[in-house]
């Protein structure tokens, strides 16, 4: 097979990996080898979908021996097959960092025979790169769970960042459509490189030489809306993973239906994109705003609105709390408001200290007031009483309206969050009426039935 028949079918193959951004770690070039990293991290791009998409993003091979339900490249599953040899995937890394296609390599594999050989293949692919082409580049690299420690150590030698995939939100689901795959088995690595990476930098802290271990840290990425686990439960799951294995991101990954199986939502279904944004959302909460998942949903509220971000949804549910005086309150206590986010946050803990701050010095800070107008007072005075409708009709979240509503998928949440528009949401998307008239016509029935919940 030509190597370019390879590509393009591992490079297919992978698209469907979300845990792919930027590296945060930065590495100037040096004499003598190619390549560097940036703060900016591995080049990407996002597909038709709306998935981030990195290049070089390719798998070392795409034939498995694993038979996991939601994937394209199950061993049952009838796709061409192909698998790159590690000089094979030097040599078009190489080619296309120095065509500045690419600015680094997203490495992953479907299990070939099993997880040692694949991870060998992986290392030796990493070694020859690092070492024979002298590739000073980014790397991000899948390490597969049930490898072999030492493999697992020499693949976060060679690689900026790491990253094992959860796949599924609990076990029971892991082994009703990933029967090859175990929760513990997935975070024994994870627990080994969390472990790894916290002593390369203690060494690294004291001898700068020391051999850095996967820099870059580690992420996993999670399958959602192909089981039935709430969002209670997988922002639960995500923050006990930030807490325990240090990650640095949680990739959320909406379930797109490939491969028709019984066990899965049906192949026509859309992709719950609104779903995906919503625990996004969540997730900054969970690692810039100080907001713990209980705080977010709890068992009377599992899920996350459509209608309104988890942030705002807090704010209207705590009255209590508001308003707050910015020329007086703590940084957690802005960082709950909506409309204030870490930077604004900074900005106005700084500019404080010069002067007492009123409504046109937050508006030039950065603050939303649109929305944080109904939480805050400058100096004892509140800039606006908004009536719960008006609180409501300005926290209403454009990406579930609009032109969004043919992207993000309102179909997560009509049956159990706003039953009272989910019928005429579901006309107006039917009836192939004007996407603008629609779209306001949802959001003033949305906002009636907030407003009569709230
Ligand atoms: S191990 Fe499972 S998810 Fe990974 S490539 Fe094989 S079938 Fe797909």
């Known amino acids: 097979m030509e190597l370019m028949d390879k590509l393009e079918i591992l490079a ?30 591995c080049c990407h791009t996002f597909s038709a979908d709306g998935r981030c998409v990195s290049l070089l993003k390719v798998l070392m091979t795409n034939v498995c021996a694993y038979d996991c339900a939601y994937c394209v490249n199950r061993r049952s599953n009838d796709v061409p097959r192909a698998a790159f040899t590690p000089r094979e995937l030097c040599e078009l890394t190489m080619g296309f960092y120095r065509r500045n296609y690419i600015e680094g390599l997203f490495l992953s594999s479907a299990v070939l025979l099993d997880p040692d050989y694949t991870t060998e293949r992986m290392v030796e692919a990493l070694r020859l790169l690092r070492e024979e082409y002298r590739f000073g580049g980014y790397i991000h690299a899948k390490a597969i769970p049930g490898a072999d420690p030492q493999l697992v150590e020499r693949l976060g030698l060679l690689a900026d960042r790491l990253s094992v995939n959860i796949e ?21 690595p994870m627990g080994q490189i969390a472990q790894r990476t916290a002593q390369s930098r203690r060494e690294l802290a ?81 690692r810039f705003y100080q907001f713990s998942a209980a705080e977010i949903l709890n068992e009377e509220e599992p899920n996350f609105d459509p209608y309104l971000d988890p942030k705002c949804n807090w704010a209207l549910r705590h009255p209590e709390f508001f308003p707050v005086e910015v020329n007086t309150a703590t940084k957690a206590q802005l960082l709950r408001v909506p409309g204030i986010g870490p930077k604004s946050v900074q900005r106005i803990l700084i500019a404080r200290r010069q002067q007492h701050l009123g409504m046109d010095e937050l508006k030039r800070i950065g603050v939303v007031l649109k929305r944080a107008r109904y939480f805050i007072t400058c100096n004892g005075k509140a800039p606006v009483r908004g009536t719960r409708a008006e609180v409501a009709a300005a926290l209403l979240d454009p990406n579930a309206f609009g032109v969004g509503m043919r992207q993000l998928s309102l179909d997560d949440f009509l049956p159990t969050a706003l039953p009272g528009a989910a019928p005429l949401v579901h006309q107006l998307a039917d009836s192939g009426m004007d996407a603008r008239e629609a779209a306001r016509i949802a959001r003033q029935e949305a906002l009636t039935c907030l407003t009569k919940r709230l």
């Open 12 to 41: 297919d193959a992978a698209k469907y990996d979300a845990a792919c951004t930027s590296s945060g770690l930065d590495r100037a070039g040096r004499p003598g080898t190619t390549g560097n990293t940036t703060f900016a991290g």
């Open 206 to 286: 004291v001898y700068r030489h020391a051999p850095a271990f996967a820099p870059a840290g580690q992420s996993t990425q999670m399958i959602i809306g192909a089981t039935p686990e709430t969002d209670l439960h997988i922002l639960r799951l995500t923050e006990g993973l930030y807490r325990k294995y240090s990650l640095k991101r949680v990739f959320f990954s909406a379930y797109l239906p490939v491969v028709p199986d019984p066990r899965l939502p049906a192949v026509t279904a859309k992709p719950p994109l609104l779903r995906e944004h919503r625990l996004y959302q969540a997730d900054w909460l969970l």
């Open 168 to 188: 599924l939100p609990s076990e029971t689901s892991l082994s009703r459509l990933a029967p090859d795959k175990h929760k513990a088995g997935i975070l024994r």
